[in-house]
């Protein structure tokens, strides 16, 4: 079954500090190795750059040229795709947010716009937020056992 991550579970991988690092490290090796597609829908992966290089989130912020190093080994894996808005995006954004969506709620319902319109079910993710979506399986995977293939890097 197809599946996509969320931004924090990108961060967790790459921030040895978090304790749940290799956790994350081993879902997204898993995930990444396929033989099922990995979509990082562009929210995703650009959110991912933003957290990880920034010094007042993170203690020891990624570099620009690592975060980036990092986005591009993922990306450029056999299994992985990153899909962006089609047509009828706009409509489909309108009906997930029912025109209600404010502050923090916009890239949710942006990314489950994104995964309904791309046909992905499962998100890997720690948002509790998410979980109002109930067309979408939000999985925890902190709460399971994971196994993997490839490594973010952190220097």
């Known amino acids: 079954m ?12 790459s ?4 304790p749940v690092h290799p956790q994350a490290i081993e879902l997204v090796q898993r995930l990444a190795a396929g033989p099922d597609l990995l979509y990082l829908f562009w929210p995703v ?3 991912y750059l933003r957290i990880v290089s920034h010094p007042a989130i993170l ?8 975060a980036t190093a ?17 047509d009828g995006f706009w409509e489909l954004f309108r009906s997930t947010s029912r025109d209600q969506a404010r502050g923090n709620d916009v890239p949710d319902a942006h990314l489950v716009s ?3 319109q791309h046909g992905v079910r499962r ?4 948002d509790r937020g998410l979980r109002r979506y109930s067309d979408i399986e939000v999985v925890d995977p902190f709460a399971q056992s994971s196994r993997g ?6 220097e």
Not at 15 to 18: A, D, L, P, T, V
Not at 59 to 66: H, N, W
Not at 73 to 83: D, G, N, S, W, Y
Not at 123 to 126: C, D, E, L
């Open 70 to 86: 990092n986005a591009e080994a993922l990306l450029r894996r056999p299994h992985v795709r990153t899909p962006g808005e089609s």
């Open 149 to 154: 293939g490839h490594r973010l890097r952190r």
């Open 45 to 47: 992966v650009l959110g």
């Open 114 to 116: 994104l995964m309904r």
């Open 59 to 66: 203690a020891k912020p990624l570099s620009p040229r690592e």
């Open 123 to 126: 998100i890997y993710s720690r």
């Open 2 to 13: 197809s599946a996509t991550l969320d931004a924090n579970i990108l961060v967790y991988a």
């Open 15 to 18: 921030n040895q500090r978090e």
